[in-house]
């Protein structure tokens, strides 16, 4: 009866200990997620590489082609400004075959303006070239296609895989595969409660197996926070739609009200009526948005659609995170959508910090954010550090004891 009484007691310490806290490497779930992880790694392992390596690469193109292209980025003001349908005019007629489309930096005084073409034959091809002129003089100061030199390449290496739009969308599914393997990673780095501190660290080791591992695992714990982050932004960038209907929900927001603003009713306009130009539905634009968000960007109206696009962006505010959009009819001048950040859902307010929050530049201009550029060049090379130490680690496992019996 003792024994029995001595067993029952001590069942319940022995059982406590076994489970996923206490030895997490017992359990069927940690032995199918570890599959899954090492099957989606090997994958994605040249991707994992490419996408990373890429990332780091570009992370200060902005700095570089700045410091590349002073004629650019630093312009002496003038009093007067040449009329910008002029400009266009003039860039269009020396780049036959290519049509204006948009304007970029628009009314910056000491910066020049961009003028984004595109080809007529292939508008959808997601091909054009952009073209920089002194709004003061009209004269060409930067002409270069969207992935011309270096940096272009491993933009397009970077977000199209070089292949495109169809490369596009692989990027997208990879980038989820990498998501699933941060979460996979996330679970099995978990040693247990008497080891967990143990596992935060990287040890003096005398065997480099051990040195990969814990490469591998340490580091790996410690960028998954950020890599979940960044890969869950580069899957928005392929799949808005989806991702962005799964963020408002999330914050407690409605799929419909993912719609930023409501069209306003369209007056019947008779067809020959003109549609202004551009520097005048500049000036318009002008009146209609905050003092405190100047205009930015704008498009131009192109065949049988006059509505004018025109964005302003927050002074101050992170790269692309707070802005006014407007559509207004270019013959009318009638406000077709109005959107401010500061007046949408909390989903869709997040949303807007995922282009800097994936290139790090949330930081600023000054010592902060180059502080966080550096930070992202580091997180970049985080997955081929990954990806080499796994496959490092299957060879040690699996491929080597195989070799060896052969």
């Known amino acids: 009866m003792l024994t029995t009484m001595e067993e029952r007691t001590s069942q319940p310490a022995h059982h406590a200990h076994t489970g996923w806290l206490y030895a997490p490497q017992r359990t069927w779930l940690r032995r199918a997620l570890f599959q899954i992880h090492l099957w989606v ?55 036959p075959g290519w049509t204006a489309s948009s304007l970029l930096d628009i009314g910056k005084s000491t910066q020049a303006t961009s003028i984004l073409l595109h080809p007529i034959a292939q508008a959808s091809n997601g091909d054009y070239r952009l073209v920089s002129v002194n709004p003061y003089t009209g004269a060409v100061l930067g002409d270069a296609m969207r992935y011309s030199g270096v940096l272009g390449w491993l933009s397009n290496l ?12 692989i990027n997208g599914w990879m980038a989820i595969g990498l998501f699933l393997l941060c979460l996979t990673g996330l679970v099995l780095w978990w040693p247990g409660v008497r080891r967990w501190t143990a596992a935060l660290v990287l040890r003096r080791r005398k065997s480099w197996r051990r040195v990969n591992w814990d490469l591998h695992t340490v580091i790996g714990f410690w960028a998954c926070a950020a890599l979940l982050l960044v890969t869950f932004t580069g899957i928005y960038f392929v799949f808005p739609e989806p991702v962005s209907t799964l963020v408002i929900r999330a914050t407690g927001g409605s799929p419909a009200e993912t719609k930023e603003s409501l069209p306003a009713s369209r007056a019947a306009v008779p067809a020959n009526t003109p549609v202004m130009d551009i520097d005048a539905a500049i000036r318009y634009v002008d009146t209609l948005l905050p003092k405190n968000a100047p205009l ?41 959508e109005k959107s ?67």
Do not use: C
């Open 41 to 95: 790694g090997i994958v994605l392992t040249l991707y994992a590489i490419a996408i990373g390596l890429s990332g780091s690469a570009i992370v200060f193109q902005d700095e570089i082609n700045r410091s590349l292209h002073p004629q650019i980025s630093h312009i002496a003001p003038a009093p007067q400004r040449m009329p910008l349908a002029a400009i266009i005019r003039q860039v269009e007629t020396t780049h």
């Open 158 to 169: 970077h977000y199209t895989l070089l292949a495109g739009p169809v490369g596009l969308k």
């Open 296 to 336: 930015g960007y704008m498009t131009i109206p192109t065949g049988k659609n006059p509505v004018y696009n025109a964005t302003g962006y927050y002074t101050g505010a992170a790269p692309y995170s707070k802005m006014v959009s407007i559509s207004f009819d270019g013959r009318t001048g009638a406000i077709l």
């Open 340 to 406: 401010d950040t500061h007046d949408q859902v909390l989903g869709r307010r997040i949303i807007q910090y995922f282009f800097t929050l994936h290139f790090g530049s949330f930081g600023g201009d000054g010592a902060l954010g180059i502080a966080v550029k550096i930070l992202w060049v580091l997180l970049g090379l985080v997955p081929a550090l990954l990806a080499v130490t796994g496959v490092l680690m299957y060879w040690n496992r699996k491929l080597r004891p195989r070799l060896r019996r052969s």
